[in-house]
C-alpha cells in the first residue's frame, strides 16, 4: 500500500512533515494532475491558511492537535454536498456561478473538527446524475489508472485525486453509488453508511427522500474506520439517530450473490474476486450462503424506479425553488427535471412505498445471513464519453448506469449500509471490486470484513500520498 491519510497524519504530528508541507505538496501534486480533471475549482490560499492555522495549533495547543484524528491532512470537498464555507458549489452546473461560499454543513464542521485542511472542491456531473464525472462546463474526470477511462460518477473527482495521491482521503457523496462506484473504478474504499449515521443539516428538509448520505472515499479501511467514527452519530434528523449494533464476529453467515442477471451480467473476472473474497472469509471459518438473483430481482428493480423517480422529482423542485435558468442545463439535465414535473403524486407514493418494501425483504434477507458479498461493478471502468448527457433519454442513461454497476442503487434506496473495496486486478491493471453489504448500523461488521479481505494485499496503489516517500 502506498500511504494513507492515517499515516499521512502521524507523519505530520510526529514533526517529521509539517502540515504546510503537506499542503504544498498536495498542490504540487494537483498541478502535475491537472489533466485528470480531478479538482473543479482551487483555492491555494485558503488551503495554506489552513495548513498554518494547523501548524499553530500543533504549537501552541498540542492536546488539541493530537485529539484530531486528521490533524493537518489536506483534502478536498466534492462540488456537489456540503456545503463547506468558502468553497462554492456549483453542482457541476453552469446554472450556478462560482461565488460566494456559504456557511458549514454540520458534515463540514465535523471535517474542519477532526483537522482537515481544504483546498478545494472535486468535479462531479451536473447534479450527480451520472456515473461518470464529465460536466459540460469543461472538465472531463479521468481515472489515473488508465486515463482513458472513467473514473466514475458522481464523486469521480474525489476518487481520481485520491487515487493519483493529490489528497490521501476526500469527501464524497452517493446517492446511487456515488461513492462506491468510482471509489471502485479506481481501486479505493468506499462506504456508504447506514441511513440517518451522517449529519444532513441543517438545511436537509427531505432532500432525495434520505437515499444520499456523505463521507469519503479513501484508499484504506482503517482511513474508512477513522472517518466514519470521527463523523458518524447525532446527525439530528430527519431519520432517526441508527444506535451502533452490538457485533459479534465470530462464525458469521455470509450470503454470496454472484448471479446479476442476463439483462445485466457481470464479467467473469469480477465475478470471480466476488467468489474469492467469500471463499477467504470461508477459510476464517465463516459459512458462506449461495444467494439466488431471484431473491433480489424484485428489490433491484424496484430500487432503479425509485432512484430516477425521487432524484427527477427533487431535480424540478431544486430548480423551480432556485428560480434556476433551465434552458442552460445539459439536455439530459432538462430531461430528468420534465420527468419530475410529469410524474403524478399517485405513482411517487407507489415508489415511496415500494422503497419501503425493497427494506422490510432486505432485513428478511438478514434473518438468514449476516453479511452479504456481491459484485460492485459488472465490468472495468467504461471508456470516457460512455455516458453522454446530451440527449433527453433519461431511460437509456438510467440503463446504461444499470448495466454498469447494477446492484449500486439497492443500500440507497433500502438505507443499509455497503461498503466497496478492490480485491485484486485484472489483466489491464484495473481493480477486481467486491461489495459488501450488512444490516442497518452494522458498519462495523462491514469494515472488520473489509478490512481482513484488505490484509490479503491483493491491490496495491499506483501512485503513493504527496507527501508521504514513495
Given at each position: 500500500m502506498q500511504g494513507d491519510a492515517t499515516e499521512l497524519a502521524a507523519a505530520i504530528r510526529h514533526g517529521s512533515l509539517s502540515a504546510a508541507e503537506a499542503m504544498q505538496t498536495s498542490l504540487k501534486r494537483a498541478a502535475r494532475h491537472e489533466s485528470l480533471g480531478a479538482i473543479a475549482y482551487l483555492d491555494a490560499a485558503m488551503g495554506r491558511a489552513a495548513a498554518h492555522a494547523s501548524e499553530r495549533e500543533r504549537q501552541s495547543a498540542p492536546g488539541d492537535f493530537a485529539a484530531r484524528p486528521f490533524a493537518g491532512v489536506p483534502t478536498l470537498a466534492k462540488d456537489?454536498?456540503?456545503?463547506?464555507?468558502?468553497?462554492?458549489?456549483?453542482?457541476?452546473?453552469?446554472?450556478?456561478?462560482?461565488?460566494?461560499?456559504?456557511?458549514?454543513?454540520?458534515?463540514?464542521?465535523?471535517?474542519?473538527?477532526?483537522?482537515?485542511?481544504?483546498?478545494?472542491?472535486?468535479?462531479?456531473?451536473?447534479?450527480?446524475?451520472?456515473?461518470?464525472?464529465?460536466?459540460?462546463?469543461?472538465?472531463?474526470?479521468?481515472?489515473?489508472?488508465?486515463?482513458?477511462?472513467?473514473?466514475?460518477?458522481?464523486?469521480?473527482?474525489?476518487?481520481?485525486?485520491?487515487?493519483?495521491?493529490?489528497?490521501?482521503?476526500?469527501?464524497?457523496?452517493?446517492?446511487?453509488?456515488?461513492?462506491?462506484?468510482?471509489?471502485?473504478?479506481?481501486?479505493?474504499?468506499?462506504?456508504?453508511?447506514?441511513?440517518?449515521?451522517?449529519?444532513?443539516?441543517?438545511?436537509?428538509?427531505?432532500?432525495?427522500?434520505?437515499?444520499?448520505?456523505?463521507?469519503?472515499?479513501?484508499?484504506?479501511?482503517?482511513?474508512?474506520?477513522?472517518?466514519?467514527?470521527?463523523?458518524?452519530?447525532?446527525?439530528?434528523?430527519?431519520?432517526?439517530?441508527?444506535?451502533?449494533?452490538?457485533?459479534?464476529?465470530?462464525?458469521?453467515?455470509?450470503?454470496?450473490?454472484?448471479?446479476?442477471?442476463?439483462?445485466?451480467?457481470?464479467?467473469?473476472?469480477?465475478?470471480?474476486?466476488?467468489?474469492?473474497?467469500?471463499?477467504?472469509?470461508?477459510?476464517?471459518?465463516?459459512?458462506?450462503?449461495?444467494?439466488?438473483?431471484?431473491?433480489?430481482?424484485?428489490?433491484?428493480?424496484?430500487?432503479?424506479?425509485?432512484?430516477?423517480?425521487?432524484?427527477?422529482?427533487?431535480?424540478?423542485?431544486?430548480?423551480?425553488?432556485?428560480?434556476?435558468?433551465?434552458?442552460r442545463a445539459e439536455s439530459l439535465t432538462q430531461a430528468f427535471a420534465a420527468r419530475g414535473r410529469a410524474l403524478s403524486a399517485a405513482k411517487l407514493w407507489n415508489t415511496l412505498n415500494d422503497a419501503v418494501l425493497v427494506s422490510h425483504r432486505l432485513w428478511a434477507l438478514f434473518d438468514r445471513v449476516d453479511c452479504i458479498v456481491m459484485p460492485m461493478l459488472a465490468s472495468a471502468p467504461l471508456a470516457i464519453g460512455s455516458f453522454p448527457s446530451d440527449h433527453a433519454d433519461t431511460d437509456l442513461h438510467l440503463e446504461r448506469m444499470a448495466a454498469f454497476a447494477p446492484l449500486a442503487c439497492l443500500a440507497n434506496i433500502s438505507g443499509f449500509p455497503a461498503l466497496t473495496l478492490p480485491f485484486g486486478q485484472d489483466q489491464q491493471a484495473m481493480p477486481l471490486p467486491v461489495q459488501l453489504m450488512a444490516p442497518m448500523s452494522h458498519e462495523p461488521r462491514l469494515l472488520s470484513l473489509a478490512a481482513r479481505l484488505e490484509a490479503e494485499g491483493r491491490w496495491q496503489h499506483r501512485f503513493p500520498v504527496a507527501g508521504l516517500p514513495s
Open positions: 456537489l454536498g456540503g456545503p463547506f464555507a468558502g468553497l462554492p458549489v456549483t453542482a457541476g452546473s453552469r446554472l450556478f456561478e462560482r461565488k460566494g461560499g456559504q456557511a458549514d454543513s454540520d458534515l463540514a464542521s465535523r471535517f474542519r473538527d477532526a483537522g482537515f485542511c481544504l483546498f478545494g472542491l472535486t468535479t462531479s456531473p451536473e447534479f450527480g446524475l451520472s456515473l461518470a464525472s464529465e460536466p459540460a462546463t469543461g472538465l472531463i474526470c479521468r481515472n489515473p489508472l488508465d486515463p482513458a477511462r472513467t473514473a466514475g460518477g458522481s464523486s469521480g473527482g474525489a476518487a481520481a485525486a485520491v487515487a493519483a495521491g493529490i489528497v490521501a482521503i476526500a469527501h464524497a457523496t452517493d446517492a446511487g453509488g456515488s461513492i462506491r462506484v468510482p471509489a471502485a473504478c479506481c481501486g479505493l474504499v468506499g462506504l456508504k453508511p447506514t441511513r440517518g449515521a451522517m449529519p444532513g443539516g441543517p438545511s436537509f428538509g427531505n432532500h432525495l427522500a434520505g437515499i444520499a448520505s456523505e463521507l469519503a472515499v479513501c484508499r484504506s479501511v482503517r482511513d474508512t474506520a477513522l472517518i466514519f467514527n470521527r463523523l458518524s452519530g447525532h446527525a439530528r434528523g430527519p431519520v432517526a439517530d441508527p444506535s451502533p449494533a452490538d457485533i459479534d464476529n465470530g462464525r458469521l453467515r455470509i450470503g454470496l450473490l454472484t448471479d446479476t442477471g442476463p439483462a445485466y451480467p457481470t464479467e467473469s473476472d469480477r465475478l470471480a474476486a466476488v467468489e474469492d473474497a467469500a471463499r477467504a472469509l470461508e477459510s476464517d471459518g465463516h459459512e458462506v450462503v449461495p444467494l439466488a438473483r431471484a431473491e433480489f430481482e424484485w428489490s433491484v428493480a424496484a430500487s432503479g424506479r425509485a432512484f430516477a423517480d425521487i432524484v427527477s422529482v427533487n431535480l424540478a423542485a431544486l430548480i423551480e425553488m432556485a428560480a434556476l435558468e433551465e434552458s
